[in-house]
């Protein structure tokens, strides 16, 4: 089981283009989550989805939308990118049911010009 | 809202020594915490949570919610214990499962020979 897996790894972008950066979860997992992670800092969550619905959404605009498919895998949408949006993407899945922890993916880095 | 604070950003011990990794957290509800490390070149990985009570590669952790902490220690760090650690807390998302993860900026433990 290679876990849980993310593409592309790097991606360069410019002010203004639009991203869509995609996650397939660990054998198993329902449930998908999004974090960003800027230069020295932790993981911030950005939303979690369950069932192809967005459960929980953390402190983002509208900007950052996703998705979640009937397999589970998932997508991560960013609009109008902006200077700051450059970081590491993380996606963590889950077990939807019984408190199971989040297992990370290795990231896509974000660059924008 | 909740919130993690390390408040150590580097810790340096010697091969042998015991080791102390600070964590503390506000949060009105009843959390459950964690702690992932990363290791150079792999991704982020639960080291433990503490609704386990476990002892992984030696660590342990006690949950004190009098002082709000949740600080990580071991007796004895090897140099293979040199990596990023992050302190996280989690919410309920609804009964059955963890919702957002929220991190703290991470300790980068470095073990000397």
């Known amino acids: 089981d290679a876990g849980v897996t993310q593409s592309p790894t790097h991606l360069i972008k410019t002010r203004g283009q639009q991203v869509t950066l995609r996650c397939s979860p660990k054998?198993?997992?329902?449930?998908v989550s999004w974090y960003q992670q800027a230069l020295g800092q932790g993981p911030q969550f950005i939303f979690q989805?369950?069932?192809?619905?967005?459960?929980q959404r953390g402190n983002f605009p509208d900007r950052f939308s996703g998705h979640q498919f009937p397999n589970y895998s998932s997508e991560l949408n960013v609009n109008a990118l902006l200077l700051g949006d450059s970081a590491l993407y993380l996606c963590?899945?889950?077990?939807?049911?019984?408190?199971?922890?989040?297992?990370f993916g290795d990231g896509t880095r974000l660059s924008i010009l | 809202a909740q919130r993690v604070t390390q408040p150590e950003k580097l810790l340096s011990v010697f091969k042998g020594a015991p080791v102390e990794l600070k964590c503390n957290y506000s949060?009105?509800?009843?959390?459950?915490l964690f702690w992932y490390v990363q290791y150079s070149r792999q991704r982020l990985q639960l080291l433990l949570r503490?609704?386990s009570r476990e002892s992984i590669k030696g660590f342990t952790a006690d949950l004190n919610k009098g002082e709000t902490s949740f600080h990580l220690k071991k007796p004895f760090a090897q140099e293979e214990d040199s990596a990023m650690y992050y302190c996280?807390?989690?919410?309920?998302?609804?009964?059955?499962?963890?919702?957002?993860?929220?991190f703290g900026q991470g300790t980068i433990l470095t073990v000397h020979p």
């Open positions: 963590a899945s889950s077990l939807g049911t019984g408190y199971q922890p989040q297992h």
């Open positions: 054998s198993g997992h329902d449930t």
């Open positions: 989805y369950y069932e192809e619905e967005e459960r």
């Open positions: 949060y009105s509800g009843s959390p459950e």
């Open positions: 503490h609704i």
């Open positions: 996280a807390l989690s919410e309920d998302a609804g009964g059955t499962s963890y919702g957002k993860l929220t």
